[in-house]
């Protein structure tokens, strides 16, 4: 078992073992939502909010071990299989940090919510942003539009633009630090939103250059 695989295991056993020392002292309805002012706006049962992140986190890793190998194009994912592990390793310490700060509110800790996870989506976009730009074509990690999958050239474009656009999104979610809550998740779900669409568009007129 390699190193990778050892932080996600500890990590999920970690995330349920949390769930065990907290469960006594967790009020019956645990505040599970936040609304974009960072205030309370969703409950959920103290079962449901303790256990899906664990749930959750055991289902993914199986998925990340699993789909490499199912890939069609898996000989690609050896090619850049560090880069994939320390992807999957920062998607599960985000996971478990987010989950760390809900048991922290739940248990009465007074901060705000979304100025805490600002450090942690902007270090997840400049990892994604630096790990995109060495994919290979694949199914399992990466901007997978019709025109990506079809050809190696319109992949590497894509994901040469993707890497600087994630960094840059990082950059600029750190700068939304020193704003409101409000402005904080416009950037974070506007940017993403607008970079999703903009490299599909983008994936699409590589495509056709290539095939004019």
């Given at each position: 078992m390699n190193k990778e695989a050892i932080?996600?295991?500890v990590?999920?056993?970690y995330s349920f073992i949390l769930a065990g020392i907290v469960w006594g002292i967790m009020p019956p309805m645990m505040a599970s939502h936040w609304n974009v002012a960072g205030?309370?706006?969703g409950f959920a049962p103290k079962a449901?909010?303790?256990l899906a992140m664990p749930v959750l986190g055991l289902a993914l890793a199986g998925l990340f071990w699993l789909l490499p190998r199912l890939d069609p194009l898996k000989e690609n994912i050896v090619k850049f299989e560090d880069v994939y592990k320390k992807t999957v390793v920062a998607?599960?310490?985000f996971l478990f940090y987010v989950y760390i700060l809900t048991i922290a509110w739940n248990l009465g800790y007074s901060f705000s919510l979304p100025k805490f996870f600002v450090p942690a989506?902007?270090?997840l976009f400049f990892i994604l942003g630096q790990a995109l730009k060495k994919t290979k074509r694949n199914w399992v990690l990466?901007?997978?539009t019709p025109w990506t999958m079809s050809s190696d050239r319109v992949w590497k474009k894509t994901h040469d633009a993707a890497s600087k656009i994630f960094t840059w999104l990082g950059t600029l979610t750190l700068a939304s630090l020193f704003f409101r809550p409000e402005i904080i998740f416009a950037v974070i779900i506007g940017g993403t939103l607008i970079a999703a669409l903009y490299l599909f568009a983008y994936s699409y007129l590589e495509f056709r250059k290539e095939n004019r």
């Open positions: 932080i996600v295991a990590v999920v056993l205030e309370v706006d449901l909010a303790l998607i599960f310490a989506f902007a270090a990466g901007i997978r």
